[in-house]
């Protein structure tokens, strides 16, 4: 999480609800939960993208997204399922190959 955080976000983590850079506060007991003051609305990196409310591991999303991007000729959703060790019918398999 924090590599997607550092890709995402840059180190500050931006609210995406309202796009506010500061006063936003992380709990200890919580690691990579926000909650921005300013818009009081909590929030994650995944927070606004596909990984959204998923219960896929974002391990998984961030290998399928990597397979995705770097294929030659696309990815099969049978491939995908096979690389990720997943059903065919996954939420993840069926989002990464239906754009």
Not at 15 to 20: A, F, I, L, S, T
Not at 56 to 67: G, M, R, S, Y
Request: glycine letters at 8%; aromatic letters at 6%; one cysteine or more.
């Amino acid at each position: 999480m924090k590599w997607l955080e550092d890709a995402r976000c840059g180190g500050q983590p931006v609210c995406p609800h309202c796009g506010g850079m500061d006063n936003s506060t992380c709990p200890r007991s919580k690691p990579f939960h926000y909650w921005h003051k300013d818009c009081r609305k909590h929030f994650t990196v995944k927070t606004g993208t596909i990984m959204h409310s998923s219960k896929t591991p974002t391990l998984n999303w961030v290998i399928a997204i990597h397979l995705v991007l770097t294929a030659r000729k696309g990815v099969s959703s049978m491939q995908l399922s096979k690389e990720l060790g997943v059903q065919q019918k996954n939420g993840l398999v069926h989002a990464a190959t239906h754009p």
